[in-house]
T-cell receptor, first 114, second 114 residues
């Protein structure tokens, strides 16, 4: 199993450009999450989904949109990129129930907005 | 609003020493406290977790100590090794909640010197 994969691994955008980050998981998990990681600020939740067709806002949703059309995929979109969105983006997935609330993370996408 | 405070921001320990990372939380409704380990260029991965019905949990060289009345918990790494050099994140959530959302601390960069 590949676990959680993210595409692309690196990207450089100019201010105002748009892009979509793709997250895919092969563990049949219900829940999926998008985080951004910035120095000194830890991991902050952008948006999350508790099932196919559902999305909800996290701690820092402004400037981002998401879609979960298929259970295994969770897309993060930037409509008009800003330098403040320069960050490392992580996708994660987990499953409800059981004794473990473990989130499984992808390898990350490093985004630079100039 | 930061609900989980983590310290120190960085830590240097000699090989064989004890590494200690501390976290404090504000929301008394939190009842599941995991620690995640992140190596450079990788996504975070679950290391160890605790629920507040116990004051300590040990897995190999890693121990979580939990103080419910003080709303604090800490990670102890005994006999620290260079391979333990990584960023460590504490987190908190609601066990049995509907989303498995995690609130992360800001992270601690641990360097174990040989």
């Amino acid at each position: 199993n590949a676990g959680v994969t993210q595409t692309p691994k690196f990207r450089v955008l100019k201010t105002g450009q748009s892009m979509t980050l793709l997250c895919a998981q092969d563990m049949n998990h219900e829940y999926m999450y998008w985080y951004r990681q910035d120095p000194g600020m830890g991991l902050r939740l952008i948006h999350y989904s508790v099932g196919e067709g559902t999305t909800a806002k996290g701690e820092v949703p402004d400037g981002y949109n998401v879609s979960r059309l298929k259970k295994q995929n969770f897309l993060l979109g930037l409509e008009s990129a800003a330098p403040s969105q320069t960050s490392v983006y992580f996708c994660a997935s987990s499953d409800p129930g059981g004794d473990s609330y473990e989130q499984y993370f992808g390898p990350g996408t490093r985004l630079t907005v100039t | 609003q930061q609900q989980v405070k983590q310290s120190p921001q960085s830590l240097i320990v000699q090989k064989g020493g004890i590494s200690i990372i501390n976290c404090a939380y504000e929301n008394t409704a939190f009842d599941y406290f995991p620690w995640y380990q992140q190596f450079p260029g990788k996504g975070p991965a679950l290391l160890i977790a605790i629920r507040p019905d116990v004051s300590e949990k040990k897995e190999g060289r890693f121990t979580i100590s939990f103080n419910k009345s003080a709303k604090q918990f800490s990670l102890h790494i005994m006999d620290s090794q260079p391979g333990d050099s990584a960023t460590y994140f504490c987190a908190a959530t609601f066990y049995g909640g509907a989303t498995n959302k995690l609130i992360f601390g800001t992270g601690t960069l641990l360097a174990v010197q040989p």
